[in-house]
Each structure stands twice: as structure tokens, then as C-alpha cells.
């Protein structure tokens, strides 16, 4: 089955700063990447994904890149907030069916130090 | 009721007893899951379910059970519980296809 690993599992910015967040997964076969962001004590919540037809996707100050052939894919936040600090998770799944069960990273907390 | 619903926010249980995690949608959703969540294992997938009337194992299934009789609901049965079962638990649905999950508020569980 498929294998999602996330790096780093955490990760402590300063408020402005950058944040680059990566996964990698096993199946080629994979088609769809979403990411979670998930606050403390609170249900994960999608912030943006990507398909496997596109390279780069951007809303705001998050973005997400995709390389197909290394299998990977990355989360990027720009001028961080403290309000970014939480919990992200990636996931790959094979879309095209109703099965579409995602396997998730391990996650990665961020903490953004104002 | 808005989005998805599970109930209870949280439980104390004795091992070896049964309990049934109730989860609720109103979307209209085709497809949910069960996932449990643990400290650094992130999230996964215990059972999951297409349509109304098929389920399916995740990752994790052994010592749960499920049913999809109708498409709005999508119970999760722990037969007898056992201490490594202490997790928090999260439904989840999506309409199919390309599209995300969407999660109810979690069950925090907890197995002695």
C-alpha cells in the first residue's frame, strides 16, 4: 500500500519567516495531495491540495509544489503568522473511484515565534 | 446539524467492554471513514465505507467493526475494548473523487 513520509516533525520559525514542509510518498499511482492543517485540540482541516496534473498550486501566502517523478511534494508558507502555528499534515490518495483512501504524514508542529 | 456530527466528545471505558462511536453527516456524502489519531502516528485509517451498504479495512481494523445502513450515518463498534485503543477518533466524509475530507470534532477515547 501506499507510504506518506513527512519532514521535519517539527519545525520553529520566526514570525515573517518561511516555512517549507515536505513529503514523500510510494505509489506512483498516486493523483491527489492534499494538505491539513489541524490547531490544538481541534479536527484537522484542508488548506489546499493538488493534482497530479499540475506542478504548483498557490493561495495566498501558502503554496504547494509537486514533482511527480521524485515522488514528492511540498508545503510552503510565506511571512508566517503566529496563527500558523498548529499541526500539518500531508496525505496521497488514488482518486478516480469512491475508494480514495488517503494515508497521511506523520505530521509536522509548526510553532511561529512572534 | 451542519457537516458532521460524532458523539461522544469523550469517553472513559472499561477493557472489555463494548462501545459504538456514533458519527452523522448531512451532506449528503457518498464516501466516510474512521481514522484514529495517536500521538506522532498521525492519522489512520481503521475502516471506510464507499456508498451506503459496503465498508471496507483500513490500515488498522482489527478489534473494530462498522456498518453503513443508510448514507448519513456510519457507526463504529469496539466489540471489547482494550487499552491500545486509547486514541481519539475522527469520522470523516467526502462527496468522491477528487475531492477533500472533511472531519467531524473527534471522540476522545479512553481504554483502563
Known amino acids: 500500500g501506499e507510504n506518506v513520509e513527512q519532514h521535519p516533525s517539527t519545525l520553529s520559525v520566526q514570525e515573517g519567516d518561511s516555512a517549507v514542509i515536505k513529503c514523500t510518498y510510494s505509489d506512483s499511482a498516486s493523483n491527489y495531495f492534499p494538505w491539513y492543517k489541524q490547531e490544538l485540540g481541534k479536527r484537522p482541516q484542508l488548506i489546499i491540495d493538488i493534482r497530479s496534473n499540475v506542478g504548483e498550486k498557490k493561495d495566498q501566502r501558502i503554496a504547494v509544489t509537486l514533482n511527480k517523478t521524485a515522488k514528492h511534494f511540498s508545503l510552503h508558507i510565506t511571512e508566517t503568522q503566529p496563527e500558523d502555528s498548529a499541526v500539518y499534515f500531508c496525505?496521497?490518495?488514488?482518486?478516480?473511484?469512491?475508494?480514495?483512501?488517503?494515508?497521511f504524514g506523520d505530521g509536522t508542529t509548526l510553532t511561529v515565534k512572534p | 446539524i451542519a457537516g458532521i456530527t460524532q458523539a461522544p466528545t469523550s469517553q472513559i471505558l472499561a477493557a472489555g467492554r463494548r462501545m459504538t462511536l456514533r458519527c452523522t453527516q448531512d451532506?449528503?456524502?457518498?464516501?466516510m471513514y474512521w481514522y484514529r489519531q495517536d500521538l506522532g502516528l498521525g492519522l489512520r485509517l481503521i475502516h471506510y465505507?464507499?456508498?451506503?451498504?459496503?465498508?471496507g479495512k483500513g490500515e488498522v481494523p482489527d478489534g473494530y467493526s462498522v456498518s453503513r445502513a443508510n448514507t448519513d450515518d456510519f457507526p463504529l463498534t469496539l466489540a471489547s475494548a482494550v487499552p491500545s485503543q486509547t486514541s481519539v477518533y475522527f469520522c470523516a466524509s467526502r462527496p468522491g473523487g477528487n475531492s477533500p475530507l472533511h472531519f467531524g470534532n473527534g471522540t476522545r477515547l479512553t481504554v483502563t
Open positions: 496525505a496521497a490518495s488514488i482518486e478516480g473511484t469512491n475508494a480514495g483512501k488517503s494515508t
Open positions: 451532506m449528503r456524502h457518498n464516501a
Open positions: 465505507s464507499n456508498t451506503a451498504g459496503t465498508t
